[in-house]
């Protein structure tokens, strides 16, 4: 297991270890890349890339001494957090954030698999490979939207 799949599982554990109504975890970035045995920008990097509003996370940090990171997890209603992704995705997404986007709502229950596999396929790369490179993250934002409104 790589090493910013081990951080993002250990963030996870703690979130789902977490009793509050907010779901959410609190770290000390210096603390977790010592237990973990990695850097502190390994730590950044997964926050970053893994727990974005789009994924359906809130993250608050505070510098200094005695800082943190705050991570949440956004618990919404279907219809809301549909809205959400939609504004999010904007005029244009590439492939990857789509993909992530997918797994959200499936490890979230908004959508079952066979959903989750038709719209995978239909956001992938390989539908658009006959388009010139600039048009196809515009398309593949109203071909998700469309399939979002449909849910």
Known sequence: MRISDL??????????????????ATIKRNELAETLGCVPS????VIT??????QGY???????????????RISMDKHTAVMHLMDSIGSRIDAK?????VKEMLRRNMIDLPTAKVISSAVSERPYQALPTDKRDELRAAI???MLLTL
């Open 42 to 45: 390994q730590i950044n990097y």
């Open 7 to 24: 951080i993002a599982q250990y963030i996870m554990d703690m979130l789902e270890e977490d009793d509050s109504s907010d779901h959410s």
């Open 49 to 54: 890339s893994r727990f974005t509003p789009e």
């Open 144 to 146: 998700f939207k469309s």
């Open 97 to 101: 954030s789509a993909s992530d986007i």
């Open 58 to 72: 809130i993250v608050e940090s505070r510098r200094g001494g005695g800082g943190y990171i705050k991570i949440t």
